[in-house]
């Protein structure tokens, strides 16, 4: 049984390029959280997809953007990164909209020089 | 708004027990759970409580108070391999038909021999 998968593992850019990044969810479960993990903090709520649609957003500007596939999948978009967007990014699945405890994936560490 | 608070270091001797406290004042409160998380790893989940009272699994108990909006991990004959950060996250249901998970910081525990 495959858990939560993301790609890449580590990434390097520049400010004010442009990042993807990729999740594929624990097997059976369908609603995909991204978190952004500062060093040293707890994991930040960024937004929640559910049937392809965004559900809920934390507090975090439009340049994060997502996108859930029919395949359950997903990608979290950052556009004109900022240096403070160097962070663990973090996806999590579950099923039922978040009802039932969430499964990380083993992250996505950004550097912005 | 959400807070949540637990202490941001610890640390405990090989074979003692440990107790990691967290205090949260949250709406629409759905239940709290904990992980533990290695540096540079994912989270992994350790224990979810809805109702009030002692969880146990293990080495490892989970303990809730609604009333008091208080919770607590005990660790039991640590180990080594115990050091890692603990996370206290609450799951809120803030909108119609969708669950959020909002973690504290994160308490940073040293096991020493």
């Known amino acids: 049984d495959a858990g939560v998968t993301q790609s890449p593992t580590h990434l390097i850019k520049t400010r004010g390029q442009q990042v993807t990044l990729r999740c594929s969810p624990k097997?059976?479960?369908?609603?995909v959280c991204w978190y952004q993990q500062a060093l040293g903090q707890g994991p930040q709520f960024i937004f929640q997809y559910y049937e392809e649609e965004e559900r809920q957003r934390g507090n975090f500007p439009d340049r994060f953007s997502g996108h859930q596939f029919p395949n359950y999948s997903s990608e979290l978009n950052v556009n004109a990164l900022l240096l403070g967007d160097s962070a663990l990014y973090l996806c999590?699945?579950?099923?039922?909209?978040?009802?039932?405890?969430?499964?990380f994936g083993p992250g996505t560490r950004l550097l912005v020089l | 708004g959400q807070n949540i608070d637990q202490p941001t270091e610890m640390t405990a001797t090989e074979g003692a027990i440990v107790q990691i406290n967290c205090t949260y004042q949250t709406s629409g409160f759905n239940g709290l759970f904990w992980y533990q998380q290695h540096a540079g790893e994912a989270p992994t989940f350790l224990s979810y409580n809805v109702l009030d009272g002692l969880e146990e699994k293990g080495r490892f108990s989970s303990f809730l108070s609604r009333s008091k909006g208080y919770s607590y991990l005990l660790l039991k004959e640590l180990q080594m391999k115990d050091s890692a950060s603990y996370l206290c996250a609450v799951k809120s249901k803030p909108g119609a038909g969708s669950y959020q998970l909002t973690f504290g910081k994160g308490t940073k525990l040293s096991v020493i021999p």
């Open positions: 097997s059976g479960h369908d609603t």
């Open positions: 999590a699945s579950s099923r039922d909209r978040g009802e039932e405890t969430q499964y």
